[in-house]
């Protein structure tokens, strides 16, 4: 009865390489939330899907920044150009329907040198 | 814009010292408020759901309560393992999908 499963749990990158983020939801979960915590904040809303569709992006910068959900595999939250701004914990949520408690993975520690 | 603020941010206790933790929210309509506990280094783990005022949840030391403007999450004779940063959310309006939490409460209990 496996949780959220994210990967890698820790990745570093270098200034304008790209981060890729992995987040496999619960079984029987098809509702997948991006979260990002910077340092000494708060959790922050980026971007909600389902199944093949961006149901409401509007925490997620408007460039360098895209997820998708495939009909297979996993859900990907990608970086591209990355900068050191971007250095945070990104946790991934799942839930069953979008009104039911999100369960939460362990998160990506993404480290920008 | 929905708003959570939490109080205190941190909170030394003593084992066996009971205590609350507070969330007050400002939501134009509440779909729900909910609490998680936070590990170091790990993600939020799922506590309590809370829909409607007057509504309690309770689990081991721990109680969550909710009127119409806040939440309250009562720890009754902590102990060590308790020790966590203890976080509320609400649900955004429409979807109930997006979720803004509060910067949490940092529990400390000491032996």
Redesign the interface.
């Known amino acids: 009865n496996a949780g959220?499963m994210?990967n890698p749990r820790h990745l570093v990158r270098r200034r304008g390489q790209e981060a890729r983020l992995r987040c496999s939801p619960m079984k029987g979960h098809s509702?997948v939330?991006w979260?990002r915590q910077l340092p000494e904040?708060?959790?922050?809303?980026m971007v909600?899907l389902q199944k093949e569709n961006i149901?409401?992006e509007?925490?997620m910068p408007k460039e360098r920044f895209s997820a998708e959900f495939p009909k297979e595999g996993p859900s990907i939250l990608r970086i591209q150009q990355v900068v050191r701004g971007d250095s945070a914990a990104y946790?991934c949520?799942s839930s069953p329907t979008?009104?039911q408690?999100?369960?939460?993975?362990?998160?990506t520690r993404l480290s920008i040198l | 814009e929905d708003q959570v603020t939490q109080s205190p941010e941190a909170l030394r206790l003593q084992e066996g010292e009971s205590s609350s933790l507070n969330c007050s929210y400002t939501v134009s309509g509440l779909r729900g408020l909910f609490w998680y506990r936070q590990d170091p280094g790990k993600g939020p783990e799922f506590l309590f759901t809370l829909y409607s005022a007057g509504e309690e949840k309770e689990k081991e030391r721990l109680k969550a309560t909710l009127t119409k403007k806040e939440s309250f999450l009562h720890i009754t004779a902590p102990k060590p393992e308790d020790s966590a940063t203890y976080l509320c959310a609400v649900p955004e309006e429409t979807s109930g999908s997006r979720l803004t939490f509060g910067e949490g409460t940092q529990l400390t209990v000491n032996p």
């Open positions: 959220v994210q509702h939330y979260y904040e708060g959790l922050k809303f909600y149901i409401d509007s925490g946790f949520a979008p009104n408690p999100q369960h939460f993975g362990d998160g």
